[in-house]
């Protein structure tokens, strides 16, 4: 079982190395192709579109094999792509590959975490599937940081290249170390569709894709904050990058005893009500060099006590099709992924400074708050909502 979540872990790792190494080497992306920072964080919305339309789609695809089959072709899928996209020239080309390398990302998380779930002892689900989300902290720790200094000192290309081999790494784990699951959808595609009959899964759906944007709004142009605001040099965006992993690590580990002390959905409401006071804090604190660098830990550490939580809430919502529901919440996240990234470079585009991204990034984890309460009104109110629309 140790292996097996290992594996999974390695795949997030990748997982987590190139879709967070994106907004550490932004301004080096953007400077190589000629584009604008605000242009260049269409890549970060490309990928998640990529993910948004993968989840579902191949999770549907693949369900009629066998997991640990499933698991591997999708990891053989981002491994190619990624790589192809460290040799992209242009702005299509790279929006392109992105979009690509993006598509296996949902249902790999999505068919992992109840993969997971399964492989856990009885009341240690949350543990087992924050074990799977530590490779994708871990790659904010070491990965991400890396990748960072080295496309900033040498090529962004390099960062990619580096992706691709950890994806090597995560098919050799998952083929040796992985047993021999069930099918993906042992009852079929069309009766798992059965489960978007379920508001309750819509609306925490709709609860992970606006709360967690809160955090991509901050995320998606921390090397302009760091540089521009705080006056840092461009070398330590990758020391800021550490923290932030660090602080995502620190941050997942606590989410998982959340999900076990109290129910998933009350966790959520609590971490995005602190992350909402840390983001409104860090607009006026973000010119200070060294305040900037705590606050950077402490939103890194809130952002991701919500992974294990958020995602034990979209498994509870739909029994029968978890791996469908589990994947559909990895959509979730991107499109978060991309509405943060989007909504923060508008008023950056506008005029008002990179700080106002964290402001937009408030607003979205405010309005998750709002969100979560539903999902709690619906349950005890309005139980048959609960069950199907």
């Known amino acids: ?54 989840a579902p789609l191949l999770t549907a695809i693949g369900g009629k094999w066998p997991a640990h089959k499933v698991l591997l072709l999708l990891m053989l899928w981002f491994t190619v792509f990624n790589t192809l996209s460290a040799f ?18 949902g249902a790999f998380f999505g068919i992992g975490a109840v993969v997971a779930g399964k492989l856990a002892k009885p009341g240690k689900s949350a543990k087992a599937i924050a074990t799977m989300f530590t490779g994708l902290t871990l790659a904010n720790v070491l990965g991400v940081p890396l990748g960072t200094y080295l496309g900033h000192h040498y090529s962004w290309s390099i960062s990619f290249l580096m992706v691709g081999v950890i994806g090597i790494l995560a098919m050799l784990s998952i083929r040796f170390w992985m047993p021999k699951l069930d099918k993906s959808s042992p009852d079929g595609f069309k009766k798992d569709m059965k489960v978007l009959k379920k508001l309750e899964l819509w609306m925490v759906i709709l609860l992970t894709t606006v709360g967690t944007g809160g955090f991509f709004a901050w995320y998606s142009y921390i090397a302009p904050l760091i540089t521009d605001v705080a006056g840092h040099d461009e070398s330590v965006v990758s020391y800021a990058m550490i ?40 607009t006026y604190l973000a010119h200070d060099p060294f305040i900037i660098l705590i606050m950077t830990f402490l939103i890194g550490m809130v952002a991701f006590c919500i992974s294990t ?81």
Do not use: C, W
């Open 309 to 389: 939580p958020i995602q034990m809430a979209v498994i509870n919502s739909s029994k029968g099709s978890e791996m469908l529901g589990s994947s559909l919440n990895q959509s979730a996240f991107n499109m978060g992924n991309a509405s943060g990234a989007y909504l923060a470079g508008l008023p950056i585009a506008a005029g008002y400074g990179f700080t106002s991204a964290t402001l937009v990034g408030a607003a979205m984890a405010g309005t998750g708050v709002l969100i979560a309460l539903g999902v709690i009104f619906i349950r005890k109110r309005k139980p048959s909502l609960a069950v199907e629309v």
């Open 88 to 105: 992209a020239n242009s702005y299509e080309l790279l929006m392109i590959s992105r979009f690509l390398s993006g598509l296996p990302h």
């Open 243 to 282: 923290l932030a992993g660090t602080g995502m690590v620190v941050g997942n580990l606590i989410g998982a005893k959340l999900a076990e002390k109290f129910s998933p959905i009350y966790a959520v409401i609590l971490t995005l009500i602190v992350m909402v006071i840390l983001l409104v804090a860090n």
């Open 1 to 54: 079982m140790n292996k097996a979540l290992i594996a999974l872990a390695i795949g997030g790792f990748g997982i987590g190395m190139t879709e967070f190494v994106i907004m550490g080497i932004l301004p080096d992306v953007a400077s190589a192709l000629n584009i604008t920072i605000p242009q260049a964080g269409h890549f970060i919305s490309a990928y998640a579109l990529g993910v948004v339309v993968g």
